[in-house]
Structure formats: C-alpha cells, structure tokens
C-alpha cells in the first residue's frame, strides 16, 4: 500500500505551514488505519481534512469546538456491503475501528481530540452535514463523526508500535492451537482500552468452557451455511474473492481463495473457484452443499480454545453506539494481537435477526451481540490482505 503524500496543501488564511505539518502528521496515522479489519476487506471508511473556510466553519459549529484542525469520518455508500440488514451495523463498526487507530496514531503525535461530534442523521445534523462541508465533500460519503483536533502532549503509545501490530494482524482462519489460553491474558484482553463514558458498556465475553465452545460449535454446524445459501449475500460476498493475489494488489480490496482455506494447490483452487460461482453454489446448495462447508467451519470452531462475543447494552443501536462498538474492537484485536494471538470473526451466526437472538439465548449473552471471533494461536503466519491507496479514502474539503 503506497501513503498518499498531502504535504504541501495549502490551509486557509496562510496557515501553509501549519498545514503542511499537520498532513505528514495525518499520513503517518493514516498508515496503521488503513490496515484495519472491515468485513469482505470492503474498506467502507472516507476521511475528509476541512481546510476550506466553508468547512472549517461547519465542522467547528458541529463539534462547538474552535481548533486547529479538523477530520471528517465518512461511510463510503459506494463500498458498503447491503445485502443483509445487519451489514449496516457491520460497516459502521469497521468505520469506526479505522477511526479509532487513526485518532490513537494522531494522539501518539501529540494531536488530541477536543471534541468529537457524531452524526446521528436524525439529530439535525446528519442529512444536511455533507452539503455544509462544501461541494469537494463526496457525493457517496455519508460523514459520520466529526472531530475537532489540537496539538497537545503526546499520547505516550508509539506510532511505531501501532504500525507494527497493524502489521503483524491478520485474520487467520485455519486452526489454532487447542490449549486453553491464560485467564490472567484473557482478563487484560477483556478490560476497555479506556473508560467507557458516554452510552452503556459493551459487553464483552469470552467463551472457554468446553461445554459453551460445544454448544456454539454446533450452532456453526446448524446455521452456518445460511449465507451460502442466501442468494443475495452470496453474490455480494463472492464479489469480494479475488482471482488471485495480484488482482488482489490491484484492486487494492476483498480477498483470495488462499486466504479464505488457506494455501491451496493449483488444481484444488480451480474446483474452490468453481464450487464457490454464485450459479454453481446455487445448484450445489440444493445437494447441502452448504451444510458441508458449515461443518467445516464447526470442525475448526470446536478445536478452538476460546470465542470472543462483544454486544451493545441496549437492543437500539446509533451511530455512537456502533463506532464505540468498533472503537473497542480496535483495541481488542490490537492488544490481543500483541500478545500472539489470532482471530477470526464467525459472523454469519449474527447476520440474521433469528440466528442473532437465538444465539444470545443458548449462550445467555447480555445486550445485543454485534461481533463473535474465534481468538487463539494460529499456525503459520496468513497471507497478508490488500488495501486501497490513501487517495481513493482521504479528501480535503
Ligand atoms: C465486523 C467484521 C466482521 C467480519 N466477519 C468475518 C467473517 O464472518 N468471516 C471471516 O472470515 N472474516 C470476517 N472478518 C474479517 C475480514 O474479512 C478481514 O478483516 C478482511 O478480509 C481483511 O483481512 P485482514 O483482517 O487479514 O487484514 C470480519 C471483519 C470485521 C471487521
């Protein structure tokens, strides 16, 4: 992934210079974000930098906050996954896990938050936010959150080592190593990255006995072909496998076959290639075909040593409530990567209204789950996914 270079925008009202540092800041926080997790490796997160007098005014009356700088959060509509109801909390939650490493790789330069404003769509400011950040704000991007920045002390955390945990994070889908995990490590993984102010707590739960890793396990073997099943969400999906690792590169998204079963022989990656077809998944469906690839799933489920359930505390979820949700995430998946391990979402068994409740009631999960992973040691590194240049996700308005 190359960094998009802003240096050199000119800010309003001869803050050139100001400017100028504030993008080398902004490109260096940038690198470790857009490394983050989305669902299908979709990347539906814009960001916008207001340096025109039109939307510096309207990001300081959204956030009520004069600053030096401001950053636009947006959902790229362009990008997001719309097949089932439930990606629109999945795209807002992998919005705010970019967010939430950009901000703490802004922090770590010393540039905190003064105040951060998020657009709710019905609070008055949502609809008619994009038209007041001017006409460079882009047509698709729905903005999200506002944030109003200042120089200050720095953070303490390294930009460094958020890179490289950016680095070394990966979603490893093969099995992991059967050994229960520490309790002390589980319980440093459980506590929150910071305190949870505003909105209820998310809750967040690891499952470790074996008689819950059983019953989720078998919840997989049920229910976990339902996508493969579901026209419409299997299409979307299978638009995101990319033929192989180059086209991957190119178009800078999504994922290959390699990724999804791991490293796979020639002949076999040509059958995985044409099983998975849209038209032939459909045909193989009516066989079960689905059943067989949810077994699978369950086979590696059962040999984990632990699954990690988070959930918002209330069933009504807003914008707030789905970047915190992404925000703790970030820093779960971060610190649970610095200690060696791996994960791997299993979110098919929450993309269904029916499923979701069903599963909170077998596993008694408190709140309204909105991310479940396998989480342990994994075997030989994954290989790495492939993101979008900075220039296709940053604007400056
Ligand atoms: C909210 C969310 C849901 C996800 N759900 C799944 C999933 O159900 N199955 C899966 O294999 N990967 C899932 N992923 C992982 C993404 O596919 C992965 O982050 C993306 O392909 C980029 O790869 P990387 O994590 O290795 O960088 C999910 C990621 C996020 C953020």
Same mark, same amino acid.
């Given at each position: 992934m190359t960094v998009r270079r802003t240096d050199g925008i000119r800010g309003t009202d001869g803050t050139a210079a100001?400017?100028? +540092?504030?993008?080398?800041?902004?490109?260096?926080?940038?690198?470790?974000?857009?490394? *983050?997790?989305? *669902?299908?490796?979709?990347?539906?997160?814009?960001?916008g930098r207001a340096t025109?007098?039109?939307?510096?005014?309207?990001?300081?009356?959204? +956030? $009520?906050?004069?600053?030096?700088?401001?950053l636009v959060l947006a959902l790229d509509r362009g990008r997001e996954l719309t097949a089932l109801a439930a990606h629109a909390v999945e795209m807002v939650v992998s919005c705010g896990i970019y967010w939430r490493l950009l901000l703490r790789g802004l922090a770590a330069q010393g540039w905190t938050a003064a105040a951060v404003r998020v657009l709710e769509g019905d609070d008055g400011a949502g609809p008619d936010a994009a038209s007041r950040l001017g006409a460079g704000w882009p047509a698709a991007w729905t903005p999200l959150c506002v944030v109003a920045l200042r120089p200050g002390p720095p953070s303490g955390e390294h930009l460094g080592d958020l890179h490289d945990t950016a680095l070394a994070r990966r979603t490893h889908r093969g099995p992991y190593r059967p050994e229960p995990l520490a309790p002390g490590l589980l319980r440093d993984l459980e506590e929150p990255g910071t305190p949870e102010a505003d909105g209820g707590p998310i809750h967040l739960r690891h499952?470790?006995?074996?008689?819950?890793?059983?019953?989720?396990?078998?919840?997989?073997?049920?229910?976990?072909?339902?996508?493969? $099943?579901?026209?419409?969400?299997?299409?979307?999906?299978? @638009?995101?496998?990319?033929?192989?690792?180059?086209?991957?590169?190119?178009?800078?998204?999504?994922?290959?076959?390699?990724q999804l079963f791991g490293r796979l022989s020639r002949p076999r990656r040509a059958a995985m290639r044409c099983a998975l077809a849209p038209a032939t998944m459909n045909l193989l469906g009516r066989v079960g075909y689905h059943r067989v690839l949810a077994a699978?799933?369950?086979?590696?489920v059962r040999r984990t040593p632990a699954v990690?359930?988070?959930?918002?505390?209330?069933?009504?979820?807003?914008?707030?409530?789905?970047?915190?949700?992404?925000a703790r995430l970030a820093?779960?998946?971060?610190?649970?990567?610095?200690?060696?391990? @791996?994960?791997?979402?299993? @979110?098919?068994?929450?993309?269904?209204?029916?499923l979701r409740d069903r599963l909170e009631r077998e596993l008694s999960l408190s709140g309204?789950?909105?991310?479940? *992973?396998?989480?342990?040691?994994?075997?030989? *590194?994954?290989?790495?996914?492939?993101?979008?240049?900075?220039?296709?996700?940053?604007?400056?308005i």
């Open positions: 100001q400017a100028s +540092t504030f993008a080398q800041v902004l490109d260096a926080a940038a690198g470790p974000a857009a490394l *983050s997790p989305s *669902s299908h490796n979709c990347q539906p997160w814009g960001l025109s007098a039109r939307a510096r005014r309207a990001a300081a009356d959204l +956030t $009520g906050e004069d600053a030096e700088e401001y499952l470790t006995e074996p008689r819950e890793l059983r019953t989720f396990a078998a919840f997989v073997a049920r229910h976990g072909g339902r996508d493969f $099943g579901h026209r419409a969400a299997w299409r979307e999906t299978h @638009s995101f496998v990319r033929r192989d690792a180059a086209e991957a590169a190119a178009r800078g998204d999504g994922f290959t076959l390699d699978g799933l369950a086979d590696i990690v359930t988070m959930g918002f505390a209330g069933q009504a979820t807003g914008r707030a409530d789905l970047l915190r949700g992404g820093d779960y998946w971060w610190r649970a990567t610095r200690y060696g391990l @791996s994960l791997h979402p299993i @979110s098919i068994v929450i993309q269904h209204d029916d309204r789950t909105f991310f479940v *992973s396998r989480v342990g040691v994994a075997g030989p *590194s994954a290989p790495h996914s492939h993101r979008r240049d900075d220039a296709a996700t940053h604007v400056v």
